[in-house]
C-alpha cells in the first residue's frame, strides 16, 4: 500500500461545484501538505498542518479549505471551483524529508 | 528574495548517454537540499539530500553536488535508461523564526530517447 495515498485520482466538475480532495497516511508523520502544481510554476503551498489541532496558509490559500481529521487524514476543499484551479494537486507528509503521493488532476470546467 | 533555479528547462538526450542538471539557489540560511524525481502523473520521489557540509551524494547512477559557496546544486545521470525520463525538481530548505521553510525549483523535464 502507497504510503500516502489521494482520491480522486482524477476529477472533472463544473464551476461553482464544491469539491473535497482527500488524503491519508500511512508513515505516522504530524506534518502534512497540500501543494497544487501548474505547468512551469513548480510546487505551490496551499496549506499545511503540523498537527490535528494546527492549520496553517500557505502561499496559495485563497478559495481553498482545509480539514485534518486525524493525524492520517487530511483534506483539501473548494468550496466553489473556478477554471484557474484547474491543476495537479499533491497532497504530503514529512517526516526526514517530503512523501508525496500521486496526486488529484482536478479540472473545473 | 529566497529562489531557486533550474535549467535547462527541459533535455532530451539518447539512452547510454550522461547528463548533468542545475539547480542554484538563493536561499538563506541553507539547511538542507534536496533532489527529486517525479514520473507523470506520480508525486515526486526524494533521489538524494545534502547538506551544507556535504558535497557530493550519489544513489545508484544518480549523482548530486553541492558548492554551497557559489549556492549551486548539480544532478549527473550516468549511463541514461529510458526511466530516467521524468521531472527532476530541486528543492532547498532554510530556517526562518525557527521553522523550517522548503522552496521548490520549477524542475527539469527529461527525455530519454531509445
Known amino acids: 500500500d502507497a504510503d500516502v495515498t489521494q482520491t480522486p485520482r482524477n476529477r472533472i466538475t463544473k464551476t461553482g461545484k464544491r469539491i473535497m480532495l482527500e488524503c491519508s497516511q500511512t508513515?505516522?508523520?504530524?506534518?502534512m501538505y497540500w501543494y497544487r502544481q501548474d505547468p512551469g510554476l513548480g510546487l505551490q503551498l496551499i496549506y499545511y498542518?503540523?498537527?490535528?489541532?494546527?492549520?496553517n496558509k500557505g502561499e496559495i490559500s485563497d478559495g481553498y479549505s482545509v480539514s485534518r481529521q486525524a493525524q492520517a487524514k487530511f483534506s483539501l476543499s473548494l468550496e466553489s471551483a473556478i477554471p484557474n484551479q484547474t491543476a495537479l494537486y499533491f497532497c504530503?507528509?514529512?517526516?526526514?524529508?517530503?512523501?508525496f503521493g500521486s496526486g488529484t488532476r482536478l479540472t473545473v470546467v | 528574495k529566497n529562489q531557486v533555479e533550474q535549467s535547462p528547462q527541459s533535455l532530451i538526450i539518447l539512452e547510454g548517454k550522461n547528463c548533468t542538471l542545475q539547480?542554484?539557489?538563493?536561499?538563506?540560511?541553507?539547511?538542507?537540499l534536496r533532489w527529486y524525481k517525479q514520473d507523470t502523473g506520480r508525486g515526486p520521489v526524494s533521489l538524494t539530500i545534502?547538506?551544507?557540509?556535504?558535497n557530493t551524494k550519489s544513489n545508484g547512477r544518480y549523482t548530486a553536488t553541492l558548492d554551497a559557496d557559489t549556492k549551486q546544486s548539480s544532478l549527473h545521470i550516468t549511463a541514461s535508461q529510458l526511466s530516467d525520463s521524468a521531472s527532476y525538481i530541486c528543492?532547498?530548505?532554510?530556517?526562518?523564526?525557527?521553522?523550517?521553510?522548503?522552496?521548490f525549483g520549477t524542475g527539469t523535464r527529461l527525455k530519454v530517447l531509445a
Open positions: 545534502m547538506t551544507f557540509s556535504e
Open positions: 528543492v532547498v530548505s532554510f530556517t526562518t523564526s525557527g521553522t523550517y521553510k522548503y522552496i
Open positions: 539547480c542554484n539557489y538563493t536561499v538563506s540560511p541553507f539547511s538542507n
Open positions: 508513515k505516522g508523520h504530524d506534518r
Open positions: 498542518s503540523f498537527d490535528v489541532k494546527d492549520i
Open positions: 504530503a507528509t514529512r517526516g526526514q524529508g517530503y512523501t
